[in-house]
């Protein structure tokens, strides 16, 4: 990267994003059976930790998306956070509906909240607030629950592309006596 360029406008859509891209972030699963006990669900990118007192997190939903206002106004919503092995799962949750969950392992919660098998962690949540943010709203979730896994392997999901994390250890210090 050259450190002394011109800087882009912010309204370069194509700049700006490739300038979000260089963040890496986790990807989630928000889903819930509906009334007829049909699954609905989709992936988000744009998701992470806010408070834990309250316990909230927080999504960013496209203004355009057809699925959140299917999830909306659930009385619980599963939160998956996607393992390392869950790319395709989370391709196909970002794609069209039809078929989404064919051949899915859930985890249904009596509330309606759906879980993804194997992820590396389930946030049962409640809608806690709403705001207009631009061409998204900000959705911030209260987790009433939860179970995670912190030794599974994250998805990560940086400059387009799915990626693993590597752990890096501290060099070995001197020991003491």
Do not use: N
Not at 62 to 72: I, K, Y
Not at 80 to 104: H, K, M, N, T
Not at 119 to 137: F, M, V
Request: net charge negative.
């Amino acid at each position: 990267m050259s450190d002394s360029g011109p800087l882009a406008p912010a309204g370069d859509a194509g700049a700006l994003k490739q300038a979000y891209s260089c963040f890496p972030s986790g990807v989630v699963a928000v889903c819930r059976r509906d009334g007829d006990g049909r699954p609905i669900g989709m992936s988000a990118s744009a998701f992470t930790t806010v408070s834990l007192d309250p316990p909230l997190v927080s999504v960013c939903v496209r203004e355009e998306s057809a699925t959140w206002p299917q999830l909306r106004d659930a009385p619980a919503l599963g939160v998956s956070v996607f393992a390392a092995d869950q790319a395709e799962l989370c391709r196909r949750l970002a794609g069209p509906p039809a078929g989404r969950f064919d051949g899915v392992e859930t985890i249904d919660e009596a509330d309606g909240a759906l879980f993804l098998a194997d992820a590396t962690a389930h946030l049962l949540c409640t809608r806690y607030a709403e705001y207009p943010a631009g061409d998204h709203s900000v959705v911030l979730l209260r987790i009433e629950a939860l179970r995670s896994d912190p030794e599974a392997e994250p998805l990560v999901f940086h400059a387009s592309s799915f990626r693993a994390l590597e752990a890096r250890r501290a060099a070995a210090g001197p020991q003491d006596e």
